[in-house]
């Protein structure tokens, strides 16, 4: 029961970590669509310019980055604390998590389909305007990611506080 507590622990900590990773993803998205904003202020915006790249390819790794831990995140919530929740959770909890980890697939489809628009943006193919458009799209498409995942993240929070707390014997809402 320890390692169940453990897991459970793990994964709770591991929220409060993709909470600030989404935060800083949504960041260099920001820095990115102000460095078109000032160009376009200065009506000096080429697809391609240097500053533009930079801020692209740092989006680029950070959803790397982040794609690499949410494969990891999940595999453990979709192998291990799904087990935990079979053999210590009641049925209502365990079908509950089940309704939560098909999400994961919605997810992670977010996530390649952000990568590939930064590698569009990167490949500098696009004209002035679409290059613009697109990049605004992203950004706003990033923001509504990480709002879903922080959805998503929030309701199995919930999950794992209640498994933990009858784990423990803590009464509910007590934490």
């Given at each position: 029961?320890?390692?169940?507590?453990?897991?459970i622990?793990?994964?709770?900590?591991?929220?409060k970590?993709?909470?600030?990773?989404?935060?800083?993803?949504e960041?260099?998205?920001n820095?990115?669509?102000?460095?078109?904003?000032l160009?376009?202020?200065?009506?000096?915006?080429?697809?391609?310019?240097?500053?533009?790249?930079?801020?692209?390819?740092?989006?680029?790794?950070?959803?790397e980055?982040i794609?690499?831990g949410?494969?990891?995140?999940?595999?453990?919530?979709?192998?291990?604390?799904?087990?935990?929740?079979?053999?210590?959770?009641?049925?209502?909890?365990t079908?509950?998590?089940?309704?939560?980890?098909?999400?994961?697939?919605?997810?992670?489809?977010?996530?390649a389909?952000?990568?590939?628009?930064?590698?569009?943006?990167?490949?500098?193919?696009l004209?002035?305007?679409?290059?613009?458009?697109?990049?605004?799209?992203?950004?706003?498409?990033?923001?509504?990611?990480?709002?879903?995942?922080?959805?998503?993240?929030?309701?199995?929070?919930?999950?794992?506080?209640?498994?933990?707390?009858?784990?423990?014997g803590?009464?509910?809402?007590?934490?």
């Open positions: 029961m320890e390692e169940v507590i453990a897991l622990d793990k994964i709770i900590d591991e929220h970590s993709m909470f600030q990773d989404l935060e800083n993803l960041q260099v998205a820095d990115a669509e102000a460095i078109i904003g160009d376009e202020a200065k009506e000096t915006h080429m697809p391609g310019r240097a500053d533009n790249r930079e801020s692209l390819v740092d989006l680029e790794q950070l959803l980055t794609d690499k949410i494969q990891a995140h999940f595999n453990r919530e979709e192998v291990a604390l799904l087990n935990a929740f079979e053999q210590h959770g009641d049925r209502k909890l079908l509950a998590l089940h309704s939560l980890l098909t999400e994961h697939n919605n997810l992670t489809d977010r996530l389909h952000s990568k590939q628009e930064v590698a569009t943006l990167i490949g500098g193919s004209s002035r305007h679409i290059w613009e458009a697109t990049a605004y799209d992203m950004r706003a498409y990033l923001g509504q990611t990480r709002k879903l995942f922080e959805e998503h993240a929030e309701m199995e929070q919930e999950l794992l506080h209640t498994l933990r707390n009858e784990l423990t803590v009464p509910e809402g007590s934490e």
